[in-house]
């Protein structure tokens, strides 16, 4: 009997509040659809002037700001050098020379040039 009770209590509470609720979503969707085509109308009226669509922050502009400063710091000062280059930067194709073709370089251009001195 009390299940058959609670039944009814909960098919009356149904009853009574789906048109509440029903009411309820209708109006945020409309409320949706009016902010959806006010949006809209500002952000292309925005675009078409040529502001900024996006709203900053003062806390936004005073990041920028710091942001801007510490990028000024970093250009000013030199570069760091690099103690531990990474595999990539060690062995760039193009500007490589192994270190044994330097030596042979080396020892090779004084023999060439007193060569080239005996000639003369």
Same mark, same amino acid.
């Given at each position: 009997m009390i299940s058959f009770i609670k039944g009814i209590l909960k098919g009356l509470f149904?009853? @009574?509040f789906l048109p509440f609720g029903l009411l309820a979503i209708c109006l945020y969707a409309i409320f949706g659809v009016f902010v959806f085509i006010y949006r809209l109308i500002k952000l292309a009226i925005l675009f078409f002037t040529g502001r900024n669509l996006k709203n900053e922050l003062p806390e936004d !502009? !005073?990041?920028k700001k710091i942001l801007e400063g510490a990028n000024e710091e970093e250009q000013s000062q030199e570069p760091?050098?690099?103690l531990y280059p990474s595999d990539q !930067?060690?062995?760039?194709t193009n500007e490589y020379i192994s270190p044994s073709f330097e030596e042979?370089? @080396?020892e090779e251009e004084p023999a060439s040039l007193e060569e080239e001195n005996k000639d003369e």
């Open positions: 149904y009853v @009574i !502009e !005073e990041v760091a050098l690099n !930067e060690m062995y760039k042979s370089k @080396i």
